[in-house]
């Protein structure tokens, strides 16, 4: 699906990719893979990524951060 509205190198609509649940880390990878834009919040999930619960949206960016968003 994401190619359809997205080309690499451009071309395209601006593209935010993001999940809720158990796919908001494997998404955000992928997003962060493609040059896509991300987020990542409390309204997305309530755990880090090996599961602990995250104490609040800026343990989430940190999370976020550590695993190479940027």
Same mark, same amino acid.
């Given at each position: @699906? %994401? +190619? +359809?509205?997205?080309?690499?190198? +451009? #071309?395209?609509?601006?593209?935010?990719?993001? =999940?809720? +649940?158990?796919?908001?880390?494997? @998404?955000?990878?992928?997003?962060?893979?493609?040059?896509?834009?991300?987020? %990542? #919040?409390?309204?997305?999930?309530?755990?880090?990524? #090996?599961? /602990?619960?995250? =104490?609040?949206? =800026? =343990?989430?960016?940190?999370? /976020?951060?550590? #695993?190479?968003?940027?």
């Amino acid at each position: @699906m %994401i +190619g +359809g509205v997205w080309r690499e190198g +451009g #071309g395209g609509p601006p593209v935010l990719l993001h =999940a809720e +649940g158990p796919a908001v880390w494997p @998404m955000l990878a992928e997003a962060v893979g493609r040059g896509l834009d991300t987020r %990542i #919040g409390l309204e997305d999930t309530f755990v880090l990524p #090996g599961g /602990a619960p995250a =104490a609040d949206n =800026a =343990a989430l960016v940190d999370a /976020a951060l550590a #695993g190479g968003v940027r």
